[in-house]
């Protein structure tokens, strides 16, 4: 009987023993040596190299292998490999092409599991170079008989046709970033491909006894576009062309010229001729900030600082430079140009350009000195070489270059008159 009872308790104590033991399971992690690539070491994307090296445990289980940037976001597709050894050497090659990846440090991870839920991680700082930005087409755009033209400058500086739309010629944006173009005319507002020149997505705002589409502008990383449309929205849409916000216009009243920043919008708002305001809005919201009388018809809203903006308008046949203080709710005129018509402008480094019915200008909103540079050509409509900082000015059937250093140099004459030039890049 008392061996019976000792034999139970010593069996008791073992299996106890065991289990102790046991539920203490393995607790060491895997041993992981990157042999490539090397630290800091630099590639020039598009890039492939391959991440080299050792690890081992007693029961492995799986490695992953990924590169990741500094707030741990994925930059190539994760490599999984599935193991069941006690020693793996690894030779993984990642191929980096993304070309909108900004130069900067970057990290590969690599990861080993064991059987026994046990993780070891370990970084490699690498430095990428991104893909230089380059000039990959030349557009241009004419119109006529109710027919929009795109045509593509080849090497030969030929022009060939590439798309026609229906309607006539509004305004066009390029989008490099996501690769598309987008035109409007008095019928369509369409994107593009520039590889096929197939449609991507359009925008349709319905009947309206208004212009569909008044103005058009882009956020500088691309990812949206905004449009006012001639029934009183602003829109913004992102790459896909999903309209992901709206702004609507008071009952009454229609919108003109806008300019969009980070968290407000500018633009003219009137319900007649003569009753015209220039209003703010809260970018996300849509809901009415603050606005102000103006006299005349808004050209372009130009952004001078974080609070400054210029307001170029017309009334009747004389031109007038005016400065919005945003914080104040405060427009004062500056300048005065009689008998003038301003047809474009654009704020290259601080220096305001604009093209009028007098000729050429340049304007510096510090000093409010206002300067003739040409009398003698007149150009409607200013494009910006992102590239170059220089601009593109458009006379007729002539396109121009206006540089750095002030010079008007002529680059090419069309038969028909151009209505936009596009330099398409690569991102």
Not at 6 to 12: A, F, V
Not at 53 to 65: I, M
Not at 363 to 385: E, R
Not at 390 to 410: A, D, H, R
Request: some cysteine; glycine content about 4%; charged content about 20%.
């Amino acid at each position: 009987m008392l061996i019976n009872l000792s034999s139970k308790i010593i069996t008791y104590i073992f299996l106890i023993i065991l289990f102790l033991n046991c539920s203490k399971g393995d607790k060491v992690s895997p041993n992981i040596t990157i042999q490539a690539p090397l630290e800091n070491e630099s590639f020039q994307i598009p890039t492939l190299f391959y991440v080299k090296g050792l690890v081992t445990d007693d029961n492995l289980q799986r490695l992953e292998v990924d590169i990741v940037s500094g707030n741990s976001s994925s930059i190539v597709q994760k490599v999984e490999v599935e193991l069941d050894s006690s020693h793996y050497e690894f030779s993984i090659p990642l191929m980096i092409e993304d070309r909108l990846l900004s130069s900067g440090s970057y990290f590969v991870n690599v990861k080993a599991f064991d059987k026994n839920q046990n993780v070891s991680s370990k970084y490699i700082s690498i430095l990428l170079n991104e893909v230089p930005r380059t000039l990959e087409s030349l557009f241009y755009i004419t119109s006529k008989n109710d027919q929009t033209y795109i045509y593509e400058l080849d090497s030969t500086g030929s022009l060939q046709l590439k798309k026609q739309i229906n309607g006539i010629h509004k305004f066009s944006i390029v989008n490099s970033r996501h690769q598309y173009l987008f035109f409007s005319t008095d019928e369509v507002g369409e994107s593009i491909e520039v590889n096929g020149f197939t449609n991507i997505w359009d925008i349709s705002t319905g009947p309206s006894l208004y212009p569909l589409f008044i103005d058009v502008s882009k956020t500088d990383d691309g990812d949206q576009l905004h449009l006012v449309t001639g029934d009183g929205r602003i829109l913004s849409c992102n790459k896909n062309g999903n309209i992901i916000n709206n702004i609507y216009s008071n009952s009454q009243e229609r919108f003109g010229r806008f300019n969009i920043q980070q968290n407000i919008v500018l633009v003219e708002s009137y319900s007649s001729f003569l009753d015209r305001d220039l209003v703010v809005y809260f970018r996300e919201s849509g809901i009415e900030k603050q606005r102000i009388e103006t006299q005349g018809e808004i050209v372009k809203i130009i952004t001078v600082n974080n609070n400054d903006y210029l307001i170029l308008s017309h009334f009747q046949n004389d031109s007038k430079l005016s400065t919005y203080y945003l914080n104040s709710n405060q427009l004062f005129t500056e300048i005065e140009i009689s008998n003038c018509l301003i047809y474009d402008a654009f704020n290259r480094d601080g220096e305001i350009v604009l093209t009028t019915s007098k000729g050429v200008y340049t304007y510096d909103p510090i000093s409010k000195n206002l300067t003739l540079v040409n009398s003698n050509l007149f150009f409607s409509k200013i494009i910006f070489d992102e590239l170059n900082n220089s601009l593109y000015l458009i006379s007729v059937n002539e396109l121009w270059n206006y540089n750095n250093l002030g010079n008007l140099n002529l680059i090419n004459t069309i038969t028909d008159t151009i209505r936009d030039f596009i330099p398409f890049f690569n991102k």
